[in-house]
Every structure is written in structure tokens, then in C-alpha cells.
């Protein structure tokens, strides 16, 4: 069984997911085909992980994001969530904004319901960084 499962709003955001370091995990998509294994069609009620991470609509991820958030999570078996940084990028791969904490839907949560959560220290939720 998966540890984490990840859901994506759309099936072109499953690579976002497969370029993890953590690689102990299911990506859901919600239809198409994909090659790699771990990639199958589902929604959250079709996720067997005992964490559950979303791709919202134009995210990516840090390679390294699901390994450092399933850390914190196993060091504080407490938490049911937690959260990164996070930064909202135009089209060209440049920051529109200041950096934002904040509990988000692809936030990785714990199955059961909760309200204790902690925060990564850092922007993990774009990537590759942007180029001049």
C-alpha cells in the first residue's frame, strides 16, 4: 500500500508528483492513461494512502517536497497536516507576489480528521525555480 496518495485536478500534473524524492506513493488522476505504475484514475475516494497530498490546477512541486512534509509528519505523530511556503508564479516563471503561508488543499493531511497542523520553512511548492 502507498504511504502518501496524491490527487491531481488534472492528468498533466501527475509528473509534478512522479519527480519526487518520496517515492512511496499512488498519484490518482481523474482520466487518460499513464505508463508509470503508481498512476491510476481515481479521486480522493478511490485513495489507499495513509496521507493524502492534492495538485491543484497549474502547481508543482519541489522535488523534495513530499520526503520533507512526510518527515515532519512522522516526527510529530500529533499533526494531522502541514504546510509549505508557497509562491504564485505568472506565465513566465517569475513570483507575482510575496511568499505565502497558508493551509492550502495541497497541503499533505493526515486520513483522519484534525486540526493540529505545522508548517514547513520553506517554498516547496514551485519548481524549477524560475530562469533569467
Not at 29 to 48: L, S
Not at 52 to 63: E, H, L, Q, Y
Not at 76 to 86: K, Q
Request: proline share 8%; glycine share 6%.
Amino acid at each position: 500500500m502507498p504511504r502518501v496518495s496524491v490527487i491531481c485536478d488534472r492528468t498533466e500534473f501527475a509528473e509534478t508528483a512522479l519527480r519526487q524524492s518520496f517515492s512511496n506513493l499512488e498519484v490518482l488522476v481523474p482520466a487518460g492513461t499513464h505508463f508509470d505504475p503508481r498512476v491510476r484514475v481515481g479521486g480522493p475516494e478511490d485513495a489507499r494512502g495513509e496521507l493524502v497530498a492534492r495538485i491543484r490546477d497549474g502547481d508543482t512541486w519541489a522535488p523534495w517536497k513530499l520526503e520533507r512534509q512526510v518527515a515532519l509528519l512522522d516526527a510529530d505523530p500529533e499533526l494531522d497536516f502541514c504546510y509549505t511556503w508557497s509562491r504564485a508564479l505568472g506565465a513566465d516563471g517569475w513570483p507575482l507576489e510575496e511568499r505565502t503561508r497558508e493551509a492550502r488543499p495541497d497541503s499533505v493531511l493526515r486520513r483522519r480528521a484534525g486540526e493540529k497542523g505545522a508548517a514547513v520553512e520553506e517554498e516547496l511548492n514551485y519548481w524549477p525555480p524560475p530562469v533569467a
